[in-house]
C-alpha cells in the first residue's frame, strides 16, 4: 500500500494536476476570505468554507478521474494485478493519496482562523470543526469519483460522470423539494429503488434466481405494508432520500454552529461503502 | 512447479482457453507457440493472477492463484504483451516502484536493482524519464520489471515484439542467462525464435493444447516417409531414366527448370539410396547439381497441427509466397545493412548462426530462417 501512495502522491505532483488543485482551491477561498472575512470583518471562517463549496464540483473530478481508468487504458493495472499485493491495499493506496492532494489545501486553511484571530475575535472550534467537516466531504466526493474512474476506460467519460453526480449532490436539497408527497408515490419510490439495487446484485452475481427472488419478496412486502398501514408511506421518499443531503452536514456546522455526528458517521460510511463497490467492481472485471 | 488443470476461460459465448492441462517443470525454457489468437496471453494472464478462470486451478509452488495469491504471485515475475510502464516516471524510480510493491527487503532493493539493470543493460538510461525511451529500452524495463526480486519463474509474453534484429538478440540471450537459475516461459507465434530459445515446445491452437513435447521429438512426431530433392543439369526424360534404375524409390515427380531439371523423389522402406543415386547419375555421365534430403520441419508440424481449415497445397503454395516474400526483404536488409556498420556485424552473427543451424540439421534449407526473418519483419504472425 505504501508504494502505491508515494507512487501516486509524486505522480499528482509530477502532472501539475496537484499543485493546480491546491492553487485553485486556495486561491478560490482566499478570494471569499478576503470579501467576507478581511473586507465585511466577518469573523467566522467556516462561512468563507461554504462559499468554496462549489469548487469541488470543478476540481474532485479531475483529482479522481485518471485514478483507475488510466491504469486500465495504458494496462498498467497487469503490474498492480499481478503483484503480491491485494486489490483492497491497491484502492486504499490510491484513496489515501488523492486524500493526502485535498488535505494540503485544507492544512493552508488552517492559519486562515489565526489571521481572524490576529484581527480581532475568532471561534476557534466553530472553524476548525468545519474546516475537518469540509476535508471529510471532499473525501467522499474522491470515493465516488474513484468508483466511476474504475467503471470505464476512458478518463474524460471518469470526469463528466463524477461532474454529473457531484452536482446532482450539490443540488440535492432543491430537487428533493420537488419529490411528490403521497402515499402510492413513497410506494413506487421504493420499488425503484429496490428494482436499482436488484439490478446491480444481478450485474455483479449474474443470479437470476437470487435477484429475482428479491425483488418478488421486496415488492410483495411493501404492497402488503402499504395495504395494512399506508401512512408509513407517507412523505418517504423525501425522508429518505433527503438524509443524502450531504452538504447540508457540513453548512449545518457553519450556520447553526451544530455538529451533526451521525451525519460524520454518514461520510464515513459513504467512504467506506464507495471504497468497497471500487474493489468489487475491479475482481469482477477479472472474471468477466 | 507450475500445475495448470483443467483450465477454462470464456468470454461470453467466445470459449478462449478450452480445458487446458499441462505441468511446468524446474529449471528449463518453456514456450508457448500458437498462432494470434489461440489463448496463450488469456492463459498467461490467468497463470499470474490477472485474470480469473472460468473453470479450472493453476497451482503455483504449490499455492493456489486465487486462494494464497499473493503467496503464488511473489513466485512470479511477468512481462506481459505491453509492459506495464508508468511513463512519467524515470526508469530507476520505476524500478524502485516495482521492487517496493513485490515487497523486496529495503537493505536488498539498491543491489537487486544494479543488478537487473546491468542485465537488461539499463545502465545508461536509468536516470531518463520511460516516456522518452524508444520501443526497445521500454521493453527492456519491462524485461526488468519481470525479473526485479529473481522470482522463480519469469514468465515473458512475447518479449520480443516489435524489436530489431539486434536486440532481438541481446534479449534472447538474456533470456538465455536467466535460464541458468529460473523457470522461463515465454509465448511467441514466430517458430524460430522459440526453437532458438525452448527447451520444451506447447503448442496451443483455439484454446486447447495440442502438442506439447521438446523441439526435437515434435520434428520426429511428423517423420513418416522420406522425400529426397535433386538437381540435374539434363533433361526431364533422361532424369526419369537414369532414377528407374535405382532401387527403393516411390513416386517420381520432375521439373524443369532453368538449370535443368528438379525432381523430388519419395524413397520407400527407409532405405539410404543417396549414394546410388549419385553413381547413377555419374554411370550416365550426367551431371548432379545437387543432392539432398527433404526433413520435415517444425513449421511442417505446427502448420499440421495448428491449421486445420488449410489444405497441405494450401500451406505449401503460402509457403512459397513467404519465402519470395523474405527474399525482397533480405534485399532490403542487405541495402540497409551496407550503410550502417554496426548491423551489418549483426547480420554477419546472424548469418553464423544460419549456417550452424544448416550444420546441425542436414538437409533442412534455409527457408527457416528466411522464415524467421519474414516474420520478424512484418511484426506480426497472420500468415500462419
Redesign the interface.
Known amino acids: 500500500m505504501?508504494?502505491?501512495y508515494?507512487?501516486e502522491l509524486?505522480?499528482y505532483f509530477?502532472?501539475m494536476i496537484g499543485p493546480v488543485i491546491v492553487a485553485v482551491l486556495v486561491a478560490f477561498t482566499g478570494v471569499y476570505f478576503m470579501a467576507y472575512n478581511l473586507n465585511a470583518g466577518y469573523p467566522y471562517f467556516a462561512y468563507t468554507l461554504s462559499g468554496a463549496l462549489i469548487v469541488f464540483l470543478a476540481i474532485i473530478p479531475i483529482l479522481t478521474m485518471r485514478s483507475f481508468s488510466e491504469e486500465r487504458k495504458?494496462?498498467?493495472?497487469?503490474?498492480?494485478?499481478?503483484?503480491?499485493?491485494?486489490i483492497s491495499k491497491v484502492v486504499l493506496g490510491k484513496f489515501f493519496s488523492m486524500a493526502t492532494v485535498l488535505l494540503i489545501p485544507n492544512l493552508i486553511f488552517c492559519l486562515f482562523p489565526l489571521i481572524i484571530k490576529a484581527q480581532g475575535n475568532a471561534f476557534f472550534l466553530v472553524d476548525y470543526t468545519s474546516i475537518f467537516s469540509f476535508f471529510l466531504l471532499g473525501c467522499v466526493y474522491i470515493s465516488i469519483g474513484m468508483f466511476l474512474s474504475s467503471l470505464t476506460e476512458s478518463t474524460i467519460i471518469a470526469a463528466i460522470s463524477t461532474f454529473g453526480v457531484l452536482l446532482v449532490l450539490y443540488l440535492w436539497k432543491g430537487i428533493m423539494q420537488f419529490m411528490p408527497s403521497s402515499a402510492i408515490s413513497g410506494l413506487v419510490g421504493v420499488i425503484v429503488l429496490l428494482t436499482i439495487l436488484v439490478s446491480y446484485i444481478f450485474q455483479m452475481t449474474k443470479n437470476w434466481l437470487i435477484s429475482g427472488a428479491i425483488e418478488v419478496v421486496g415488492v410483495i412486502a411493501s404492497i402488503v405494508t402499504y395495504i395494512v398501514k399506508s401512512s408509513l408511506f407517507d412523505n418517504l421518499l423525501g425522508n429518505w432520500l433527503g438524509k443524502l443531503d450531504l452538504t447540508s452536514i457540513f453548512t449545518g456546522i457553519v450556520e447553526n454552529n451544530i455538529v451533526d455526528v451521525s451525519g460524520l458517521v454518514l461520510y464515513l460510511s459513504i467512504i467506506a461503502v464507495f471504497i468497497f463497490l471500487t474493489i468489487q467492481t475491479i475482481q469482477k472485471r477479472?472474471?468477466s | 512447479m507450475i500445475e495448470v488443470k483443467n483450465l477454462v476461460k470464456k468470454y461470453g459465448n467466445h470459449l478462449a482457453v478450452d480445458h487446458l492441462s499441462f505441468q511446468i517443470e524446474k529449471g528449463q525454457i518453456y514456450g508457448f507457440l500458437g498462432p494470434n489468437g489461440a489463448g496463450k496471453s488469456t492463459t498467461m494472464?490467468i497463470m499470474?493472477?490477472?485474470?480469473?478462470a472460468?473453470e479450472g486451478q493453476v497451482m503455483i509452488n504449490g499455492h493456489d492463484i486465487l486462494k494464497e495469491?499473493?503467496?503464488a504471485?511473489?513466485c512470479?515475475g511477468?512481462l506481459?504483451e505491453?509492459p506495464?510502464?508508468?511513463?512519467?516516471?524515470k526508469v530507476e524510480?520505476y524500478l524502485q516502484?516495482?521492487a517496493?510493491?513485490?515487497?523486496i527487503d529495503k537493505k536488498k532493493r539498491e543491489e537487486e536493482m544494479e543488478q537487473v539493470m546491468k542485465l537488461a543493460k539499463l545502465m545508461d538510461v536509468r536516470g531518463r524519464l520511460i516516456r522518452n525511451l524508444s520501443k526497445g529500452y521500454r521493453q527492456r524495463v519491462g524485461l526488468a520489471?519481470a525479473m526485479i526480486g529473481f522470482p522463480e519463474i519469469i514468465i515473458l509474453d512475447e518479449p520480443t515484439v516489435g524489436l530489431d534484429p539486434k536486440q532481438i538478440i541481446e534479449i534472447r540471450e538474456l533470456i538465455r542467462t536467466l535460464a541458468k537459475d529460473h523457470t522461463v516461459i515465454l509465448s511467441s507465434h514466430i517458430l524460430a525464435e522459440v526453437r532458438e530459445v525452448c527447451d520444451y515446445i506447447m503448442i496451443i491452437a483455439k484454446g486447447k493444447l495440442v502438442a506439447s513435447d521438446t523441439p526435437q521429438n515434435l520434428e520426429h512426431l511428423m517423420e513418416g516417409s522420406e522425400e529426397i530433392e535433386l538437381t540435374a543439369k539434363t533433361t526431364p526424360e533422361n532424369v526419369h531414366s537414369i532414377l528407374k534404375k535405382v532401387n527403393h524409390l516411390g513416386e517420381v515427380e520432375l521439373k524443369e527448370t532453368e538449370e535443368g531439371t528438379y525432381a523430388k523423389v519419395e524413397v520407400l522402406d527407409d532405405a539410404d539410396v543417396k549414394d546410388d543415386i549419385f553413381f547413377a547419375f555419374a554411370e550416365a555421365k550426367c551431371v548432379l547439381s545437387s543432392l539432398q534430403t527433404k526433413q520435415v520441419s517444425l513449421e511442417d508440424v505446427f502448420l499440421e497441427l495448428t491449421g486445420e481449415e488449410q489444405s497441405l497445397e494450401e500451406t505449401t503454395r503460402n509457403d512459397r509466397e513467404l519465402i519470395e516474400e523474405s527474399d525482397r526483404a533480405n534485399r532490403a536488409a542487405d541495402e540497409s545493412a551496407e550503410e550502417d556498420e554496426s548491423v551489418e556485424v549483426d547480420l554477419e552473427r546472424e548469418e553464423q548462426r544460419t549456417t550452424d543451424e544448416c550444420a546441425s540439421e542436414p538437409g533442412e534449407t534455409e527457408q527457416v530462417q528466411i522464415k524467421q526473418v519474414s516474420e520478424e519483419e512484418k511484426e506480426d504472425g497472420s500468415d500462419l
Open positions: 505504501a508504494a502505491i508515494k507512487r509524486r505522480s509530477h502532472s495504458n494496462k498498467t493495472d497487469q503490474l498492480l494485478l499481478t503483484a503480491p499485493i491485494s477479472r472474471w | 494472464n499470474t493472477g490477472y485474470l480469473g472460468t495469491p499473493e503467496e504471485k511473489k512470479i511477468y506481459p505491453l506495464p510502464l508508468y511513463t512519467d516516471m524510480e516502484f516495482v517496493e510493491l513485490k515487497k520489471q
